[in-house]
C-alpha cells in the first residue's frame, strides 16, 4: 500500500500542533498516527487509560511475532504556562534553520523523523521488524510507557532491543540516573502552643527526618563516584515542605517530599528501609507515648530505575555503528530507557535536540539534526533487512 509521504519538518509541524501537554488528553495525536500509519497499510495497536483520554501505540512494520528493534518516544510534552514564548508554542516556526515549538526537542522532533521513515522502513524486505512504541506521561513519572511495557511477550511483541529518542542530539546515551520521589506525612496531635507538652508537633518530627535525610545526602556523597555523570553521584534533596496551622496552634500535621537522583548501583529500596524504620523506631514511639493516633506515613510517590546498558549490549553497539561514532556518554536526566532494560529489553537513548531546550520558553530544534535523525533511521532500515549480529 503506498500511503503519503511528508519530510520529518512537515510531520513536526502537524505533530507540535496537537497540544498533547501531560495534564490533557494524547488521544487526538495518538488517531492522527493511528490514522497515518493505516494509510500505509500499518496497523497499530493501542493501550488506553482507565478514562480512554490518553493512549499509548505500539505498531511493528516487517515480519510479525520477531522481537526487533522498538523506536521509542513520548508523546507528552511539559507545561508552557509562566513561560515567555516569542511565538505560539503549538505552531513551528522557522528562525536561523530552527524550528521553534512546544516539544520541538522534547520530544516530538524524533517522533516525526521517525513516522516520515515508515514509507522508507516499507519499502525495505525487513529481516528484524522495526517496532513503533509511542507512550504518554512521561513527563511526570514514565507514567504511560508502564502499560504498555506490562503488555510486551503478551499482546505486543517484546522488543530485541529499543531506541529511546530523548534528546541527545544523536550521541549514544547508555547510562542515566533513576529519581525515585518520596512523600511524606507526619501526624501529630494540636494543643494550645502554652500546652506544647499535650501536643505531638509534627514539625519537630519532621525535623528529626530532616536530619537523618542530610545524614543519608552525606553518606551518598561518600560512595564511590561515577565520573560520567554531573554531579558524580546520588543526590537528595528535600523539595517541599509544607505544615502547621497557626502561631499559637501546636502543628498537627506536615507533609514533606524529597527525592533522590540515584546513579546506577544505589540500593535505593535500602535507603527506603531505612528511612521507615527510622520513623518507627526513633519517631513513633516518642510520638505516640503522648497520642497513640500519631504516626508517619512514607510513600514512594514515584520512581524511575537508573539505566546502565551494561558493556555488552547489542543496543548500545548497534546505535554506535548506526550514528558512526564510538564513544558514549552519560546522564543526569531520566528517561523510559531504565524501564524497558529492567522488563528485558536492552535500551539505548539516542535522539535528535538537545536537552538543553527541553522544557525551556522558546525551545527549538536545529534543522540539521532532523536531518542527521533520519539519515540514521535510514542506515537502521538498511541494517534491518538483514539484521546480523552486530558485533
Ligand atoms: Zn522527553
Not at 372 to 378: D, E, P, T, Y
Not at 381 to 388: C, K, P, R, T, V
Amino acid at each position: 500500500m503506498k500511503g503519503p509521504s511528508y519530510s520529518a519538518e512537515e510531520l513536526l509541524t502537524r505533530l507540535v500542533g496537537f497540544d498533547t501537554t501531560s495534564h490533557k488528553p494524547n488521544v487526538p495525536l495518538i488517531r492522527f498516527v493511528e490514522d497515518y500509519l493505516l494509510q500505509h497499510g500499518v496497523v497499530s495497536e493501542i493501550v488506553p487509560n482507565a478514562h480512554g483520554n490518553k493512549a499509548s501505540l505500539f505498531a511493528t512494520i516487517g515480519p510479525k511475532g520477531t522481537p526487533g528493534v522498538a523506536l521509542s518516544c513520548h508523546t507528552d510534552v511539559v507545561p508552557v504556562e509562566g513561560q515567555k514564548w516569542t511565538s505560539d508554542p503549538f505552531i513551528v516556526t522557522e528562525r536561523d534553520v530552527k524550528l521553534f515549538g512546544r516539544g520541538t526537542a522534547d520530544m516530538k522532533g524524533f517522533l516525526a523523523c521517525v513516522l516520515a521513515a515508515v514509507p522508507e522502513f516499507l519499502g525495505r524486505p525487513l529481516a528484524v521488524p522495526i517496532h513503533l512504541a509511542f507512550s504518554y506521561d512521561e513527563e511526570i513519572g514514565c507514567i504511560g510507557v508502564r502499560p504498555m511495557i506490562a503488555e510486551f511477550g503478551a499482546r505486543l511483541t517484546k522488543p530485541r532491543m529499543v531506541f529511546v529518542g530523548e534528546p541527545t542530539s544523536m550521541s549514544v546515551v547508555d547510562s542515566h540516573k533513576g529519581p525515585v520521589r518520596w512523600h511524606i506525612v507526619i501526624r501529630g496531635r494540636a494543643a494550645h502552643s502554652s500546652m506544647a507538652p499535650l501536643g505531638v508537633n509534627a514539625i519537630a518530627f519532621a525535623g528529626k527526618l530532616l536530619r537523618e535525610l542530610s545524614d543519608i545526602e552525606h553518606e551518598l556523597k561518600l560512595r564511590p563516584q561515577d565520573a560520567r555523570f554531573d554531579p558524580p553521584y546520588a543526590t537528595l534533596q528535600v523539595t517541599r515542605i509544607d505544615g502547621g496551622t497557626a502561631t499559637n496552634i501546636v502543628p498537627v500535621a506536615c507533609h514533606m517530599d524529597f527525592d533522590i537522583r540515584a546513579i546506577p548501583g544505589v540500593d535505593t529500596a535500602a535507603i527506603d528501609r531505612r528511612i521507615r524504620a527510622f520513623a518507627a523506631n526513633v519517631c513513633m514511639p516518642e510520638m505516640q507515648r503522648i497520642a497513640p493516633e500519631a504516626g508517619i506515613d512514607i510513600a514512594i510517590a514515584n520512581q524511575v530505575p537508573p539505566f546502565a546498558a551494561g558493556t555488552h549490549s547489542e543496543a548500545v553497539a548497534l546505535a554506535l555503528r548506526l550514528a558512526e561514532q564510538n564513544e558514549t556518554y552519560a546522564v543526569s536526566y531520566a528517561t523510559e530507557a531504565g524501564l524497558f532494560q529492567v522488563a528485558g529489553s536492552p535500551a539505548v537513548v539516542i535522539g535528535p535536540g538537545d536537552i538543553a531546550q527541553a522544557h525551556t520558553a522558546d525551545e527549538w530544534i536545529a534543522k540539521d539534526q532532523l536531518e542527521k535523525c533520519s539519515a540514521f533511521l535510514g542506515r537502521l532500515g538498511a541494517w534491518a533487512e538483514h539484521g546480523s549480529a552486530v558485533r
